[in-house]
């Protein structure tokens, strides 16, 4: 009698982490650098720089000089003064607004707000083109995501960076704030779907490989967007340049239609085992793997067994809210990535205005990716995720009201101390960042994987509008914001402790497999569990890589 064989065995027989693995891994890497560069463009070609009202008395006169006869008034950059006398420093108020403006341009770089004119009272535009690229996101990622278990995950993905191209390419030619906010709608809509290559990647590979090389590609290749990003602004000294070359790197995603596999998981859960086996047997020859057609028969026979839930009608986000346990799970999953959402985006806005340079300041940030994602791999690949995740979040926990109790005791902290926070913030909230997505993907059946991250990355999205008003606490008090991130953080760290650990286990396909994933696991049983499992998981990789290819 033939043994069976599920997909995690097939799978291993054809190769899952070996040459197409380390494909996807770098198409994968490729993914996240422009998506970094994308939504990190977006932020870069609206950068105010200093700016003064207009005055022909100070045309010959430098920055130094034009700041300090401002520097008296309550707001400098929107006073308009009638007349200047160089010599005793004497100026008059006029009582008109400006309408021409000084600028300091940082590096150089002329922005889409000092182009317009979009300061002062006018500054409210260069928001209004930020939120449609906001709106665009959200409504993105939950298209797409829905289409991505509906039309499976490479033609979404395919039209998700067609959409940025055309978004970015039609900024150029923005001339007023109408155009201006539909490009950036347009361009928005593939803000927030990158995620879509992250589950094809996570459906194809090993266990070890999801732990240790795609963290690790995940925070070399966005630390290289930003800091490209940055290094583009510079060079480019425009943002109308600028904006066209972030544009064309999106259209090289319609190659990956010729050199990926579509997601095998997700065809068997549409009952196409027939297709399913195809790309099995073409990442096999890939991989050079020699895989016998009786393997693959017993694979199909699985696959019928397993597949009758499928074979009714496709599955959707309802289906699995009617599973009392995998509702649970999904509600859990969708609050996780909330609030760590919530959190991310304050901590990064809380330490904003630390007295350098945005673009400086921006690459510091990315310095800080590799090194936290090589941290991050080491610990996913010995503990586990759930581990991980629980560690950084209560880490950035007592960061956050450490960071709190500085403030409200040293009135103005030094630039240094400010610019060394921002970096110890992003380290932590980058390393949640990229784990919370893989955990929270791992817990979701296939068949509705994609439609539940979507929802709950736009259900993060929509709370992040809360992120204003959480730091608006300051005037109140200004340790305010700290302790209630603190709060949530942790809060965080204890909605992570009651979903299921996901270390090294074989990744739910359908309805059943999630009602029944993590059954019997306690709060804390990861610290006992995954040293024994990591064990385990090495010896089995060993057999493998003896086996005759």
């Known amino acids: 009698m033939a043994m069976d064989v599920d997909f995690d065995k097939i799978l291993s027989k054809c190769g899952n982490r070996h040459r197409y693995q380390y494909l996807l891994l770098a198409l994968y890497g490729y993914i996240v650098f422009i998506t970094s560069r994308h939504i990190f463009s977006q932020n870069v070609i609206g950068f105010v720089p200093d700016h003064w009202c207009y005055h022909e008395a100070l045309e010959n006169s430098s920055f130094d000089e034009i700041k300090a006869i401002y520097s008296q008034f309550e707001n400098p950059s929107c006073t308009r ?308 995740l629980f560690s950084a979040l209560l880490a950035i926990g007592i960061f956050t009201a450490v960071h709190g109790i500085v403030l409200s005791i040293w009135k103005q902290p030094s630039v240094i101390l400010l610019v060394v926070m921002v970096m110890a913030f992003n380290f932590g909230v980058s390393v949640v960042a990229r784990a919370n997505m893989q955990f929270c993907a791992e817990l979701i059946p296939t068949c509705v994987r994609s439609q539940v991250i979507s929802f709950a990355s736009v259900s993060g999205a929509a709370a992040s509008s809360l992120t204003p008003y959480i730091l608006h606490l300051d005037i109140y008090l200004r340790a305010a914001p700290s302790i209630l991130l603190c709060l949530l953080t942790l809060f965080s760290a204890w909605i992570c402790l009651l979903l299921p650990e996901t270390f090294k286990k074989k990744l739910p396909l359908s309805l059943a497999d999630g009602e029944e994933f993590g059954v019997g696991e306690s709060m804390f049983s990861f610290l006992k569990g995954n040293k024994k499992e990591a064990k385990d998981e090495a010896s089995a990789e060993t057999q493998e890589n003896l086996m005759p290819k």
């Open 81 to 388: 003064l009638d007349a200047i006398d160089l010599v005793s420093g004497n100026v008059t108020v006029s009582d008109k607004k400006c309408d021409r403006w000084i600028y300091d341009y940082d590096f150089d770089f002329v922005s889409i707000n000092a182009e317009f004119n979009w300061v002062c009272d006018a500054a409210v535009k260069g928001r209004v083109g930020q939120s449609f690229f906001f709106v665009g996101s959200m409504i993105g990622t939950f298209f797409f995501g829905l289409l991505g278990d509906r039309i499976g995950r490479i033609k979404p993905l395919i039209l998700v960076y067609s959409c940025g191209f055309l978004g970015d390419f039609a900024t150029v030619f923005a001339q007023d704030l109408t155009t201006y906010s539909i490009s950036r709608f347009i361009s928005g809509l593939a803000a927030g779907s990158g995620y879509l290559m992250f589950i094809l990647v996570l459906e194809y590979i090993s266990p070890s490989l999801r732990h240790k090389a795609l963290t690790i590609t995940q925070s070399l290749c966005y630390s290289l967007g930003l800091i490209s990003a940055s290094l583009q602004a510079i060079y480019t000294g425009h943002w109308r340049i600028c904006m066209a070359w972030s544009a064309f790197p999106l259209l090289l995603v319609t190659f990956f239609y010729f050199l990926l596999q579509e997601s095998a998981q997700w065809l068997i859960t549409r009952n196409d085992i027939d297709g399913a086996i195809m790309r099995l047997q073409r990442v096999a020859k890939f991989n050079r793997r020699q895989v016998g057609e009786e393997d693959f028969e017993s694979f199909r026979g699985h696959c019928v067994e397993t597949s009758k839930e499928f074979a009714e009608k496709q599955t959707t986000l309802v289906d699995a809210l009617n599973i009392p346990r995998l509702r649970k799970t999904i509600i859990k999953v969708v609050i996780f990535l909330m609030t760590t959402t919530v959190c991310n985006i304050a901590l990064f806005r809380n330490v904003e205005g630390v007295g350098i340079s945005p673009f400086i300041m921006l690459s510091l940030n990315a310095l800080t990716m590799p090194p936290s994602g090589l941290i991050q791999a080491q610990l996913q690949n010995r503990y586990g995720p759930k581990f991980t």
